[in-house]
């Protein structure tokens, strides 16, 4: 395999494409030092499949690989049909995994050292321009151990990757991208969430960070987080609300706290969480918590 004389434009990183068998959530998580590695490496479509192109990445495996697996191919037949045709398959990286939890995973002989991948059951990572191997057992493992929604477990597989040594070049930009029917904003896409650091010195880091704050806003209430706004906790938020200035005056009624909670779900961008009159959710009262404790 090469190891000098790397050329800019080579997209050098490491990935993972998963998918979540009870969700049917598809997604792709990438790291790299490479600006905006979001922008080219991640691929995916609900009920279809998700796929990672790197290395002298080629768009037309996002494009042509899902319309090959939404024709009924598997993930491994898919990566066949694509490197068989593509005269700079040496060159080339790719992981693929489809709607029935298939997975493959390429990497041409000409990728830069280290390069491979691990592919299993719901998922394949893989890598170039690695520290070693252990970046990607790294990965596999950790996806494979963790519990949670799919975009926590190929967050977590990812950082696993860094730890373990990731891209020998260092850090720059990061991805996350997962979809599933209905799923994006207003339930007309499938993009249920797609977050990109484009530069930063703590790319993954950052993301983690990011994909938090998605959580927060645009994932809906647990049942069990939902609480009656009464006795001290109806003290304790009339009060917050007047110091954020939602509430203009010092002794509110009840319709008064009321409104001026649900203006502050929608200003502060809580949609998801809205609850019927009289109701809150625990997240949202943690979160105006944080903002009196930043005031102080």
């Not at 489809?98 to 991948?117: F, K, P, Q």
């Not at 990109?196 to 703590?202: G, I, L, M, N, P």
């Amino acid at each position: 395999m090469k190891k000098n004389n790397i050329p800019k434009d080579y997209v050098n990183t490491y990935s993972i494409v998963g998918f979540d068998p009870e969700t049917k959530e598809l997604g792709v998580a990438v790291a790299s030092k490479f600006l905006s590695v979001g922008s080219i490496v991640p691929w995916a479509k609900a009920g279809v499949g998700a796929v990672a192109t790197q290395s002298w990445a080629n768009p037309l495996y996002g494009i042509e690989g899902l319309e090959l697996m939404a024709e009924g191919k598997s993930a491994e037949e898919v990566v066949n049909i694509l490197t068989e045709n593509d005269e700079q398959k040496l060159l080339r990286q790719v992981g693929m995994v489809d709607a029935n939890g298939n997975s493959a995973t390429y990497s041409g002989s000409e990728c830069y050292d280290w390069a491979g991948g691990i592919a299993g059951q719901n998922f394949a990572c893989q890598g170039n321009i690695l520290t070693g191997p252990e970046v990607v057992e790294a990965m596999a493992a950790t996806f494979q151990q963790t519990e949670g929604d799919l975009a926590t477990r190929l967050l977590k597989a990812l950082e696993s990757g860094e730890n373990a040594g990731g891209d020998r070049r260092g850090k720059q930009s990061a991805a996350l991208l997962i979809v599933k029917e209905n799923g994006g904003y207003g339930g007309v896409t499938d993009r249920y969430l797609d977050l990109r650091v484009d530069d930063h010195k703590e790319p993954v880091k950052e993301l983690g960070r990011i994909l938090d704050l998605h959580q927060l806003y645009f994932k809906k209430s647990n049942p069990e987080d939902i609480l009656l706004v009464e006795g001290d906790l109806k003290a304790k938020l009339s009060a917050a609300l007047q110091k954020l200035n939602f509430l203009k005056v010092d002794q509110p009624t009840d319709d008064e706290i009321f409104e001026a909670l649900k203006d502050f779900h929608l200003i502060e961008n809580f949609d998801e969480r809205v609850q019927e009159k009289g109701k809150v959710d625990y997240k949202v009262v943690e979160y105006i918590d944080l903002l009196l404790q930043d005031e102080e």
